[in-house]
């Protein structure tokens, strides 16, 4: 995309409501502004494969049940000479959201692709499948944590803005249920959620919240230039979830089973996640190959499989062996894939997920933080026993859910005399608009006390791109500290080499 006109949309997305019913700007076509476009809250690709991609829009019906919905992908960004095309239906029963599950394209290359509906089209957007083979590199731009209240999208913006970006891993807090008021006021940037005045609970509030997200200007650009691959986190449900409950889900807000399927159905609409069939839609790990080079396993550390958090000082439950973050059927999921990549001759492994993994302990010796894996000791020394065990090697874990930037390593024990070898090194992404911690942590005590963690920021919103090759995997995070203006300045500010073979994290100064 061309950067001045790029700035453009983002400045019209910062003079205008986020919500506001007629905000039909997309990000390729600027010019068709003016015309009523069914296509209000964008388009998207997502879960790419090495021969096809799901593609993503939601049509304005206008009080119709039914809309057919023709589709077309093309080598070429004109849609010209189109090599698939077909038409959907979009129904009432899916918020006229629509997905499409296109198969027979070629490995590792870029599409375009675009829908039409009632004689309109829709802007055009760019997608790419999975390589297959030995590829040089990829490139993974990972984020998570987006609050519409509070700031700007613009690590969103930013990413949209880069065609080097293969793919956005997002590790959740795609959006947040709160009313407006509870944790930010969008008032003044014009940001205020819908709906506005409670927070979201019934299955029509979700999609509300969606439909209003979707209509922010970079989160569109974002989608329209690059597939995604997304996992939820709390806040697609509410804060601090666990299969049975969460923080922020009170009595008089009705049985927390259905409004945990109400969240779940609104997200299994909005999102260019594939539809699954056979299995239960709760379910969402999943894993995905980039030829011999990577295999990304997407997880859910939040809500399938995830007892309820305890206080920090019940030690004898926290540390009981049948304590469960993953359920037995993604761990063992995971366990087996984790093996098979390495049976095949892949290089790397990297786990999608949300909670940090990461020993972090306050002076007293307990845990700071039970929502992590932290509450779940026992859970993750049987994946760092099975890596060390079996002797899985080149694990990246990828992090989001803390609103702060961390790199680490990864020790069964990192508090032991011999800590042992790393077994994995953990990237975590900073949010993109979410406020970092109201008590940060004191960093020279943290230094002191957790020699495995490398370096944290607590200061910043941004991202994180990962960039693998057959050598090396090289982690660089860019971040802003101003999210109240729409802008798309985030330098690289800190970066890492991860050695293959050598679990390790190398500082690359300056950050590249
Ligand atoms: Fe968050």
Redesign the pocket.
């Known amino acids: 995309m061309h950067r001045r006109r790029f700035l453009e949309l983002v400045g019209t997305a910062a003079a205008t409501s986020a919500c506001r019913p007629d905000a039909t700007v997309a990000p390729h076509h600027v010019e068709r502004a003016a015309v009523r476009s069914p296509f209000a809250h964008g388009i998207a690709s997502g879960d790419p494969t090495q021969d096809g991609v799901v593609l993503w829009t939601r049509v304005e019906a206008d009080g119709a049940e039914e809309l057919d919905v023709d589709w077309v992908v093309s080598l070429r960004p004109d849609l010209s000479d189109p090599v698939a095309r077909g038409r959907g239906v979009a129904t009432i029963e899916r918020d006229h959201t629509i997905k499409i599950d296109v198969r027979g394209l070629a490995p590792g290359r870029s599409y375009y692709y675009g829908f039409e509906a009632q004689g309109v089209g829709s802007p055009v957007g760019r997608t790419r499948t999975l390589p297959a083979g030995s590829p040089a590199q990829a490139l993974l731009a990972v984020v998570?944590?987006a609050n519409l209240p509070r700031g700007h999208f613009n690590a969103y913006g930013a990413i949209a803005a880069r065609d080097d970006v293969e793919l956005v891993v997002h590790l959740g807090?795609y959006l947040y249920e709160y009313a407006n008021g509870r944790s930010g006021d969008g008032t003044a940037m014009g940001r205020v959620p819908d709906p506005a005045d409670r927070e979201c609970t019934t299955l029509d509030d979700y999609r509300r919240r969606h439909a209003c997200y979707k209509r922010d200007a970079q989160l569109m650009a974002m989608h329209a230039r690059h597939p995604m691959i997304a996992v939820w986190?709390d806040?697609e449900i509410v804060n601090n979830t666990w299969i049975g409950g969460a923080e922020n889900h009170q009595p008089d807000e009705g049985a927390f089973a259905v409004r945990r399927q109400a969240a779940i159905q609104a997200w299994r609409e909005w999102m260019p996640v594939r539809d699954v069939t056979g299995t239960a839609p709760i379910e969402i790990h999943r894993s995905f190959r980039f030829g011999d080079l990577l295999e990304l396993f997407m997880l859910d550390t939040r809500i399938v499989g995830r007892d309820r958090q305890l206080p920090r000082d019940d030690w004898a439950t926290l540390t009981s062996r049948g304590r469960s973050l993953l359920g037995p059927t993604q761990e063992r999921w995971l366990l087996d894939g984790l093996r098979r990549s390495v049976d095949d001759g892949v290089a790397w492994r990297t786990l999608g997920q949300q909670v940090l993994m990461t020993q972090v302990r306050d002076a007293d010796g307990l845990p700071r933080n039970t929502d992590m894996w932290d509450g779940y000791p026992a859970a993750r020394d049987r994946i760092l026993g099975f890596l060390q065990d079996l002797a899985i090697p080149d694990v990246v874990v990828l992090t989001g859910?803390i609103?702060s930037s961390w790199a680490t390593v990864l020790h069964r024990d990192p508090f032991a005399a011999a800590p042992g070898p790393v077994l994995a090194v953990e990237l975590t992404a900073p949010?993109v608009s979410?406020p970092p911690p109201a008590e940060p942590p004191d960093l020279a005590a943290l230094h002191a006390a957790h020699p495995h963690i490398r370096w944290v920021d607590v200061r910043h919103r941004g991202y994180l791109t990962v960039r693998y090759d057959s050598r090396e995997a090289t982690a660089t995070w860019h971040h802003t500290d101003d999210v109240a203006r729409a802008h798309l300045e985030l330098p690289a500010r800190k970066a890492f080499r991860i050695p293959r073979g050598r679990p390790d994290l190398v500082e690359i100064d300056p950050p590249a």
């Open positions: 998570s944590c807090d986190d806040h859910d609103h949010a979410s």
